[in-house]
């Protein structure tokens, strides 16, 4: 079986849609010789994928309630530091029974919130723990959790959402699969760059900056071995050294992917 995106299909698309056009287009597409083809998962793979987003899902849950509690609760002067301490500090407010700043019905709505809230976190907890199962149980998954700003979270994602790495030619294809690459508007054979393309997997290049983040923070305190690294960072703001060397830990995923070899910190000359 072989899918194509429906991206890559549209541009064969003639005048109006029908299905007798789509499926003119889709084989019209089928015949490129440069069309490239998504890589059937196996069910094991889905369902990793299933917990990602499922843990998505949760977690915006998590922030819809909490965001609830504290517009009802500032209704009658009740607030609290942002952050999850501030809201253990409003979940203290709820269950006391002297606080008369809460009416009786208000705190019976508040206290079913309460009670989602609880649900949501252990099914979070429950979630995460089986992330990290899922990211040890692979022999690639530990080897890619050896690299810098990779944890088990991002690990197990990388498994289950590329399904063959050879699919890509090179790291760098890989990189703009997930839209860590800048966007082209080359002309005349001038060549124009502008900011990174954000197209593709939104999942995998939202977990990649915020892993290439922590490395960032974590050199800037207790210094690298990694030249590269520290000449970025002395001539790019924190953002896009971070935006660059999440476009560069992508490249060695896929490296660390097609030749299973395990990842080896640079050794400084």
Known sequence: MRLLPAQYVKPYLKRQKNDAADAEAICEAVTRPTMRFVPVKSPEQQSVMMLHRVRLMLNRQRTQISNALRAHLSEFGVVAPIGRNGIEQLLVVINDESD????????????????????????????????????????????????????????????ATVADAHAFKSGRCLSAWIGLVPKQNSSGGKQKLGSISKAGNRYLRQMLVVGAMAVI?????????????????????????????????????????????????????
């Open 217 to 269: 923070r974590y050199a800037e305190r207790n210094g690298t071995r990694r030249p590269w690294l520290v000449q970025l960072m002395a001539r790019r703001t924190t953002k896009v050294a971070a935006v660059a060397l999440a476009n560069k830990t992508a490249r060695m995923v896929w490296a660390l992917m097609t030749s299973g070899e395990r990842y080896k910190e640079p050794v400084i000359a």
């Open 100 to 159: 008369t700043r809460i009416p009786a019905d208000a705190r019976l709505c508040l206290r079913m919130l309460e009670a989602q809230l609880r649900v949501v976190k252990e099914q979070i907890l429950e979630n995460d723990r089986r992330v990290r199962t899922s990211a040890r149980e692979t022999e690639l998954g530990r080897r890619l959790m050896e690299i810098p700003g990779v944890g088990p979270l991002l690990a197990s994602a990388f498994v």
